[in-house]
């Protein structure tokens, strides 16, 4: 089972930045489609970004141009760079994967296997 370990939310204000991690202690995820999705209170999760095995990318179209997810130069380590944080994007972010070692195209719209525990990003002044 891999294990999936989310870090790097907090507080921030608006218009500022966060950057999130996503690590999976003792493996490596060159062969997953890795993926960001954010539930906020009463409302339904929202696909945020994922990145495939080749680094093919998707992202929700509310965090398109604020939000880049990329591979760490850690082979277990993806990352979510958020910049321009609005009220709206409060939320817990999780991380997913998928084993897909062919694919050059992740989605945003299948269900993932393996999921983290989540990390709070709150954005407000």
């Known amino acids: 089972q891999l294990q999936l370990v989310e870090s790097g939310g907090g507080l921030v204000q608006p218009g500022g930045s966060l950057r999130l991690s996503c690590t999976a202690p003792?493996?490596?995820?060159?062969?997953?489609?890795i993926a960001w999705f954010r539930q906020a209170p009463g409302k339904e999760r929202e696909g945020v970004s994922c990145?495939?095995?080749?680094?093919?990318?998707n992202y929700g179209e509310s965090v398109k141009g604020r939000f880049t997810i990329s591979k760490g130069s850690a082979r277990n380590t993806v990352h979510l760079q958020m910049n321009n944080l609005k009220p709206e994007d409060t939320a817990i972010y999780y991380c997913?994967?998928?084993?897909?070692?062919?694919?050059?195209?992740?989605?945003?719209?299948?269900?993932?296997?393996?999921w983290g525990q989540g990390t709070q990003v709150t954005v407000s002044s």
């Open positions: 997913a994967a998928n084993w897909n070692p062919r694919s050059p195209i992740c989605s945003l719209q299948v269900a993932y296997t393996h």
């Open positions: 990145i495939s095995t080749t680094r093919g990318t």
């Open positions: 003792g493996a490596t995820l060159d062969f997953y489609h």
